[in-house]
C-alpha cells in the first residue's frame, strides 16, 4: 500500500468517526428541544440557556460534519456531466475543484475570520442574556474546526484523484 493511500485512508477514518459521534448532537438537540417545549407549555417556564444550547448544537452538527459530509458525498454538486463521466474526468474535477475552490475558500474563512474569533476569545465573549450560555467564544471556534475538517478531507479526496489520474485502478472511489 502506498504511503498516500495510507494518508488518505486515516483521513477518511478520522473524519468519518468524527461525523458519526457528531451525528449523536442531532438526537441530543432534539431531545433539548422537546424538554424546552416541554418546559414551556406544560409548566409556563423558559430556559435562554437551554434554547440558546440548540443553537450551538446545531452549529456544531452541521460545522463539524462537514469533512464526514464530503467524504460520504453528500454535499452539493451541480451535477450535469459528472456521474455520467469516466473516473478519469471525474478525478480531475474534483481536483481542480479542491485546487480552485475548497482550499482557497477554506483559507478564506480562516484568514477572515481570524480577528473575529480571537477577539471573541481576548474577551471569553458570552451570551447578551443574562441566563444565556458564556460560551460564545467557544462557537466561534468551530469556524476554524470547520475549515480544518474541510481541507483534511480534501486533501485525502484530492490524493484518491491523484491516484486515478496516474492510473491506479485500485482507488475506486473519488467522490
Sequence with gaps: MKQTEKISQAIDRFNARLGRTIAWLTL???L?????VIMRYVFAYGSIAL?????YMHGIVFMVAAGSTYLADEHVRIDVFYNAASKKFQAWVN????IFLIFPVCIAIVY???GYVLNSWSIREGSIELTGLPYIYLLKTVIWVFAFVLS???VSQALKAIQILQGDDAQEDVK
Design 28 to 30: 441530543a438537540m432534539v
Design 51 to 55: 434554547q440558546e444550547s440548540v443553537w
Design 32 to 36: 433539548v428541544q422537546l424538554v424546552i
Design 95 to 98: 481536483l481542480l475543484g479542491i
Design 112 to 114: 477572515l475570520s481570524w
Design 152 to 154: 483534511l478531507q480534501a
